[in-house]
């Protein structure tokens, strides 16, 4: 960890320079917002849809951090994560992990071995906009995200001509982030490449709680303090977009990312076997290409788009055999391949009504194999869908949005999912809407579910769900202040939900085995604006999740009937304050869970029951510029309160921990 | 004790609310023990770090559960697999932990731990200055002193058999001078192993994926393989229930099943005679009977294809039959206890997957 005395010294220096001028980024941003907020809380394409966004500068400002950090800090969805840089999966509205579709500029990146995303392998810094979709509202691109979808993308500045952008990261247990970023080009075409580097030791100390060193003399027992060790990850990768702009109509985007990540899962906190044993790593090399030119005319709008995933996932665990050196236990890979292609249609007929139309054609390949066991599987899947929208404006006040969607997956049909969605302006001009929808939403097993071996269950079913919503969204601004705030209830009963049980023989077997029913209330509120010179932001969210296993049971004494489902927080919320001046600024942020059990029938014995979580960071940061050079530091300081906790049972968790960023532009 | 804390955006300047330190104290001891009872070992879910001792008195029909959390403060580590007693002191083998715990068996507290081990599953006592540990993972069953709580040495067990990871070594037997250990995980051997040589002096070939095993009144080895699985790469052949001569190494009796049966955790009366074991429902043999293993409790499970009994365990002094049931593997299990005669006697609740019973006299 960087000395404390350097840092400070850092921090002096730079607050002493003297301001040129406010940053660029402050008051641009500020105005677009104002702008977009009415009218966009109000568009017919997205009748009954609960949509919100990631502020840019939030994005811009979180640039060191991965996605997990960015959602649980800013969303209301759940991230549960084992660790810094190791996996975390997302619970969007009380559901399972493969049901939050992940989409990078419109193609699904889950994966089809397990449906999932690990939100620890996608950099911030490498997007420039997050949009959430709640519920049923992402079945506009697809099926599936029965909690909803995250849409992670990349924009073009058709303004830029030259910028080069550096940002370096130091952080404590010897974390160092880099990233670059070149941006060339004109109004007609443009380049911009991303290259990063991330490292961190990981080697954070902990009383290990796990572990009883009894005194020989006297017998009593204590706690040592370790170090949290083979815990060190490293990422480091690509990301390539071109554009090109002919007319004013037609935008032909190519983008390309590729990125290696390595870590290793820290063994268990308790174990006291030779440092030689238990070792593991686990790489994961994911590679995307995507093509789409997009053309709009008077009245239409049309998208055509060609992508490829694949990734190469490896894991090996070894142990050291006297004799023999190290020999694995387990050396398991998995390569998959997509290609994804999409082309959608959207015509307006009049000012007032529209019809959208398109097609999927996905194909998928898989192929696992662990060598010391010799089990594995090589299958693919083709998965197409239909999909076919009729929106309506009436007088301005009232939008209809009906969707339906049709599914292929192998060429048979899955049941229809429709979508019918409704928002209402109770006041003409006022930017105040009252949205409902109701739907249906289905979740094909994944092909680990289908065919993972020993286990995989080939006569799955897909998980079905029925959902409805109702909320309302207010913006008004006065002065130079913006409010907007919202509020969502949300019910919804998925049946035939998939979970992975042991079977007698031995092995574990996913079953369509419940019936889950989550509802809940969301509720946000954001206030900006400036007082005098000195600007300000407030965000909170807050989230109630109640959602509950009502499968049969399966035999008397079965406790899970009618229980939350394990790591599901009954409450959870987030806030931050941000105060800006003359370049300088600080934010606060906080974010909370309720108790969360790790048994699905909920015991709260202290073996069990994950206390309620609460964490702040405190950050500081000061802009300015130097002759053509746009400068920024900023020092941001995790877990304010030197905390002790563990978010998952008995992984402990960094005290409090420090992070230095530096950032350049030209 | 029920903690429902719920934050409300009450901003700022909060201390320290995260009460980790809570965790960490000792909790309630159970008072007024009789003598007899039994320690339910519950494994915890691998990684998860939440394996936990119960405890049920047999003569009060109490079960007190996290007795060891309870009297030392702190948990019990990763996959507890078995237990052993010996003067007092009970040996608690944590698969997951690499470790074994020595704790008092009337107060539980934590007295010793042996350290070092990358996998281990069972502990034998050859006498009181040595001791055997194997072992899933090392290739090896390790020499401990179980006075000095240390590892002396170690007895190499590997095959260099392509392809499998071999040999994984199980429970443990000791006839005369040999221990007899059964390979379990892709493999179908039984080895012998000379406790004064410390070596590993023959084998015996047995069906595949030998489970458990035991020894009768007359100490011939009653061996359980469960004969894999479709799909599994080593081997998938009908499971089968032996009687090995312990002098000879020849096979005297053997009953086959069904491919699809996985036979487990076969165990003896006290007066070794009559056998149990678990394949999805209770099966019981009376040795030197004509006829077959046959069901004795059945399995509320019915045909479901998953779930089932997990642990089975039985009373060497008055034969009563304790039949762990995991459910879903993700919450507290139960623990039914049947008379000799099959009437059930109690049902109470456990820690996370109760997958083995000591019994303490």
Redesign the interface.
Same mark, same amino acid.
């Given at each position: 960890m960087p000395s404390a005395r350097i840092i400070f010294f850092c921090i002096l220096a730079c607050l002493l320079l003297p301001a040129h001028a406010q940053p660029v980024e402050d008051s641009v941003f500020l105005l677009k917002t104002v702008e977009i907020t009415g009218d966009r809380m109000f568009e017919k394409q997205s009748a009954g849809m609960k949509r919100s966004s990631i502020d840019t500068l939030v994005i811009i400002r979180g640039a060191h951090l991965d996605l997990a950090d960015l959602l649980s800090e800013n969303t209301p969805v759940f991230i549960k994560s084992l660790g810094r840089g190791a996996l975390a999966t997302a619970s969007f509205r009380g559901t399972a992990p493969s049901h939050t579709t992940v989409r990078w500029n419109g193609m699904e990146i889950n994966s089809p071995m397990n449906g999932m995303v690990d939100f620890s392998l996608i950099p911030v810094y490498l997007l420039d906009e997050v949009e959430l979709k709640f519920g049923a509202a992402s079945l506009g691109e697809g099926s599936g995200g029965m909690g909803g979808s995250i849409n992670i993308g990349n924009t073009v500045d058709w303004e830029n001509t030259f910028g080069v952008k550096y940002l370096q990261g130091i952080g404590s247990y010897r974390t160092f982030d880099e990233f670059l970023q070149v941006q060339a080009g004109n109004s007609r075409i443009q380049s911009k490449t991303r290259i990063y580097h991330n490292y961190s030791a990981n080697d954070y100390t902990f009383v290990n709680r796990g572990i009883a060193e009894i005194d020989p003399v006297t017998g009593a027992v204590t706690n040592p303090v370790d170090t949290n060790s083979n815990a060190a990850f490293k990422r480091y990768g690509l990301l390539q977009e071109f554009y090109y702009r002919a007319g004013g109509r037609h935008v032909v985007s190519a983008r390309w990312w590729i990125q290696e990540a390595e870590r290793t899962i820290p063994r268990a906190t308790s174990y006291e076997g030779p440092d030689h044993s238990n070792l593991n790593r686990q790489t994961d090399l994911d590679n995307r290409l995507s093509l789409d030119w997009k053309s709009h005319g008077r009245k239409h709008r049309m998208t055509l788009r060609t992508g490829y995933t694949g990734k190469k996932l490896n894991y090996w665990l070894k142990n050291h055999v006297g004799g023999l050196g190290e020999v694995p236990v387990i050396y398991s890979t998995g390569k998959q391949n997509s290609f994804l292609n999409k082309l959608s249609f959207d015509y307006h007929f009049r000012g007032d009504l529209s019809l959208e139309a398109s097609l999927d054609a996905d194909y998928h390949h898989v192929a696992t194999r662990d060598t010391v066991a010799g089990a594995g599987y090589d299958k693919d899947r083709i998965a197409n869908s239909l999909f076919v929208a009729v929106r309506k404006s009436f007088f301005g006040r009232l939008n209809l949005n009906i969707m339906l969607r049709q599914d292929l997956i192998d060429f048979r049909a899955v049941a229809p999912v429709p979508y019918i969605g409704l928002d209402y302006r109770p006041l003409p001009g006022k930017a105040w809407v009252v949205r409902t929808h109701i739907a249906r939403n289905y979740h094909y097993p994944s092909l680990n579910d289908l065919y993972w071996e020993p286990g995989g269950n080939p006569d799955l079913q897909a998980e079905k769900g029925h959902s409805a919503e109702l909320g309302t969204e207010y913006s008004h601004s006065f002065g130079s202040h913006l409010l907007f705030a919202g509020a969502t209830g949300f019910y919804s009963r998925i049946r035939d939900w998939i979970i992975w049980l042991p079977d007698y023989k031995g092995y574990w077997i996913p079953l369509n085995i419940s019936l889950v029913e989550t509802k809940g209330l969301e509720a946000e509120i954001r206030v900006q604006g400036s007082l005098g010179k000195v600007g300000y932001r407030v965000a909170a969210t807050y989230a109630c999740t109640d959602s509950r296993n009502f499968g049969d049971p399966r035999v008397w004494g079965d406790e899970s009937y009618g229980k939350q489902l394990v790591y599901v927080p009954r409450h959870s919320g987030n806030l931050m304050l941000n105060l800006s001046w003359h370049g300088f600024y600080a934010t606060y942020r906080h974010n909370s869970y309720s108790e969360r059990f790790t048994t699905s029938g909920n015991d709260f014995s202290r073996r069990d029951w994950l206390y309620p979580y609460f964490m702040n960071d405190l950050l500081a940061g000061k802009s300015f510029r130097v002759k053509k050079l746009d400068m920024a530091v900023e020092f941001t300081v995790y877990n304010l309160f030197d905390e002790t906790y563990h978010t998952v049972l008995y992984r402990p968790m960094p005290g409090r921990n420090y992070l230095l960023t530096l950032m350049i532009r030209y | 004790?029920?903690?429902?804390?719920?934050?409300?955006?009450l901003?700022?300047l909060?201390?320290?609310?995260?009460?980790?330190?809570e965790?960490?104290k000792k &909790?309630p001891q159970p008072y007024g023990q009789s003598p007899s009872g039994v320690f339910i070992i519950n494994e915890g879910n691998f990684?998860?770090?939440?394996a936990?001792l119960s405890y049920y008195d047999i003569k009060n029909r109490q079960v007190y559960?996290?007795v060891f959390?309870n009297a030392?403060g702190?948990?019990l580590?990763?996959v507890a697999i078995s237990m052993e007693i010996r003067d007092s002191l009970g040996y608690v083998v944590?698969n997951?932990?690499?470790?074994i715990?020595v704790i008092d068996i009337r107060s539980f507290e934590?007295? &010793?731990?042996i350290? /070092?081990?990358?996998?281990p599953r069972y502990l034998h006592f050859v006498n009181d200055k040595k001791a055997y540990v194997s072992d899933l993972?090392?290739?090896?069953v390790s020499v401990v002193d179980p006075e000095l709580q240390l590892i002396t040495a170690?007895i190499?067990v590997?095959n260099n058999f392509p392809?499998?990871?071999q040999h994984p070594t199980e429970q443990m037997l000791q006839h005369g001078r040999f221990v007899f250990t059964n390979c379990w995980s892709?493999d179908n051997k039984v080895l012998v192993i000379d406790s004064e040589l410390d070596r590993v002096v023959d084998s015996i070939l047995v069906p595949a994926q030998p489970q458990s095993m035991v020894a009768d009144r007359h100490g011939s080895l009653w061996v359980l393989s469960?004969g894999g699985?479709e799909?599994?790469?080593?081997a998938h052949e009908r499971a089968a229930l032996l009687r090995i001569n312990a002098d000879t190494y020849e096979v005297e009796e053997s009953y086959l099943m069904g491919l699809?049966d996985?036979p487990?955790e076969l165990g003896i009366t006290g007066g070794g005679d009559t056998l149990y074991f678990l394949n999805?429902h209770v099966f019981r043999f009376v040795i030197n009977s004509s006829g077959s293993p046959e069901v004795f409790i059945e399995s509320?499970?019915g045909n479901?294809?998953? /779930? &089932?009994f997990y642990g089975l365990g039985i009373d060497p002094a008055n034969s009563d039959i304790y039949v762990a049931?995991?459910?879903?593997?993700?919450?507290?299990g139960?623990v039914y206890r049947f008379r000799p005669d099959g009437m059930p006697a109690d049902?109470f609740?456990v820690?996370?997957i109760p997958g083995s019973f000591c019994f303490r006299y």
């Open positions: - | 004790m029920m903690k429902k804390l719920f934050l409300l955006f901003p700022l909060l201390t320290a609310c995260m009460k980790d330190d965790l960490w &909790g990684m998860f770090e939440n936990s559960n996290d959390f030392n702190m948990p580590g990763d944590l997951g932990s690499g470790r715990y934590l007295k &010793g731990k350290t /070092g081990f990358t996998s993972y090392a290739r090896a170690g190499d590997n392809g499998f990871y892709f469960d699985f799909g599994n790469p080593f699809d996985m487990s999805r509320p499970y479901q294809s998953s /779930g &089932g049931d995991a459910i879903d593997f993700v919450q507290a139960i049902t609740r820690g996370i």
